[in-house]
């Protein structure tokens, strides 16, 4: 254990000095000797045993402390063997994780170089499967079909592979042999159904042949189809009409819902090629495009300016065009699609009774004798008669006194609502920002209101609707009943945001603004509103 020297400790030991007297060898009673008095010995060693206990103690502590300077030097020496031993694996470990790093690096640049290279050869391999030919010039015939091949030669897309990742980077890369070490033996450049396959193999190693692990083979990999992936019917019905949108997947989606030919692009302006594929839509029989971009065209300036170039480009190829438009609550023509084939799916499975029926104004009440013939021939089996009917037990019991009873207490539970429908005029061909948004897009253009001038009543109607109903409840009926099937005599768009809905009774009128999921109180000033009725529509429910 350590020794702490102490004042204490060293005043103890002067004392221990001046105490001890030299023997006298003429008087030895004066200073007792234990090894000559046996006696005396004892005694005198009980009384000493506190000192020797203190000297031995001391004794260790040196020697402990001497022998801590001695280890130490020992473990110095050692810890500096064990730093010569793992300095150097952790230095291998450390050059081979990096060597690693860097193959996937590898991989994933060439990988990404592939796909611009093979985006590029997709658009050109129409060339050679159509044989087009342009009309100016004097060359042979067929030198762009052979110019064609050329692109797409082995040889030509490993140097343009070489140049897109760089020389420079692929010779100081693990790649075995450099930017030369690429082969494409695999690759199938131009093979059956329209298809372009490049697959790139190549060597990596190693820096350093003492490295953990040998050389090994490594391979990137592009599949397409030329041009776009889409083929067309041959029948001369099915291709006069061709759709026009953006994105592959899109179209692939709208194609699989709609049984209809669509043309991708894969930007709203990114029109590259569409002019010579309208060119051979034009000369296989197709007389008309349909420009179907996303229902953005009316509130992006890029998106209307690309649609806008798609109808000069169908002209000028010697086609009409015209634009589609949708239910504004749905951005692409996917999802207008999806949704009405989803909302059809969902009414086979919805019955309504003929009292909900009536008190909304779907039917009329001697649709009643319907309802109950339904029932006696087998409909709703298990449920009661009433409970078909919708009607409650007062209401049934009138209905088992007579018709004209039950109808006079269901006619005390329905009222007529009179209402308006304005919408954004787009006749002048300009954009509007807050078309088709929430009311707070239409606060960050700077309007504080709806600016009335740039809408057009469109619909003027009646709705039946149940007495209790609160005007929002009114208000999400208007946006159901004219929402994708539209009643006959309707002349507008399906309800959306950015539509204004006005309800009028005998106490007033009151403005909604439709928000993507509610509506929301607003002023309005419809005399500068334009109007697209010519006198009010008297149609029941619009």
């Not at 692409?332 to 009414?347: H, P, T, Y």
């Not at 088709?436 to 239409?442: A, K, M, T």
Request: with cysteine; hydrophobic share 35%.
């Amino acid at each position: 254990m350590p020794f702490l020297w102490s004042g204490n400790q060293k005043q103890l030991l002067t004392n221990l000095k001046m105490n001890r007297k030299k023997p006298s060898p003429t008087n030895h009673k004066q200073s007792p000797d234990s090894a000559r008095d046996p006696e005396i010995s004892w005694s005198d060693r009980k009384r000493s045993s506190c000192l020797f206990r203190y000297i031995e103690r001391v004794s260790l502590s040196v020697s402990q402390n001497l022998a801590g300077l001695v280890f130490k030097k020992q473990i110095g020496a050692g810890m500096t063997v064990e730093a010569c031993l793992l300095l150097p694996l952790f230095l291998f470990f450390f050059v081979n994780m990096g060597c690693a790093i860097e193959m996937i690096r590898l991989h994933g640049n060439l990988q990404f170089s592939l796909w611009q290279l093979g985006s590029r050869m997709s658009l050109y391999g129409y060339v050679v499967h159509s044989g087009e030919e342009p009309e100016e010039g004097n060359q042979e015939p067929g030198w762009w079909g052979d110019m064609a091949g050329m692109l797409l030669a082995s040889t030509y897309i490993k140097a343009r592979l070489i140049d897109l990742t760089g020389r420079e980077y692929l010779d100081h890369s693990p790649l075995r042999k450099g930017a030369e070490g690429l082969e494409l033996w695999e690759s199938d450049i131009f093979g059956e159904e329209d298809e372009i396959d490049i697959v790139v193999t190549y060597t990596v190693s190693p820096w350093n042949s003492l490295a953990g692990f040998f050389s090994f083979r490594m391979a990137n990999r592009y599949s397409a189809h030329i041009w776009n992936g889409y083929g067309l019917p041959l029948e001369e019905e099915s291709v006069r009409v061709v759709y026009v949108t953006e994105g592959c997947l899109k179209a692939g989606i709208a194609h699989c819902l709609m049984d209809r030919a669509f043309l991708s692009i894969q930007g709203a302006n990114n029109l590259g090629g569409l002019k010579e594929a309208f060119t051979q839509l034009y000369q296989s029989g197709t007389e008309e495009i349909v420009e179907a971009h996303d229902m953005d065209k009316f509130c992006n300036d890029a998106v209307a300016l690309g649609a806008a170039k798609i109808h000069l480009l169908a002209r000028e190829c010697g086609m009409t065009c015209r634009q589609l438009t949708w239910n504004p609550n749905y951005k692409g023509i996917d999802n207008w699609q999806l949704a009405l084939k989803q909302k059809a799916e969902k009414r086979k499975g919805e019955r309504q009774n003929f009292k909900e029926q009536y008190l909304t104004g779907r039917c009329g009440f001697a649709q009643l004798r319907d309802y109950v013939e339904a029932w006696h021939d087998g409909a709703g089996p298990g449920e009661p008669l009433d409970g078909f009917l919708g009607l409650n037990a007062q209401e049934y019991a009138a209905y088992c006194r007579s018709d004209r009873e039950l109808q006079m207490l269901l006619d005390g539970q329905r009222r007529n609502q009179d209402f308006r429908i304005y919408q954004l005029d787009f006749s002048d061909g300009r954009t509007k920002p807050f078309a088709f948004q929430d009311i707070e897009v239409l606060h960050k253009e700077g309007h504080q209101q709806p600016p009335a001038a740039e809408y057009c009543l469109v619909h003027e109607g009646r709705l039946t609707v149940p007495a209790a109903e609160t005007e929002f409840e009114v208000l999400r009926r208007v946006f159901e009943v004219f929402n994708d099937d539209l009643p006959v005599g309707y002349h507008g768009r399906s309800v959306a945001p950015s539509d204004v809905i006005e309800l009028f009774d005998s106490d007033g009128r009151r403005y909604y603004y439709r928000n993507r999921e509610n509506f929301t109180k607003v002023r309005f000033s419809p005399a500068l509103a334009h109007s697209l009725l010519k006198g009010r529509s008297g149609d029941e429910n619009g």
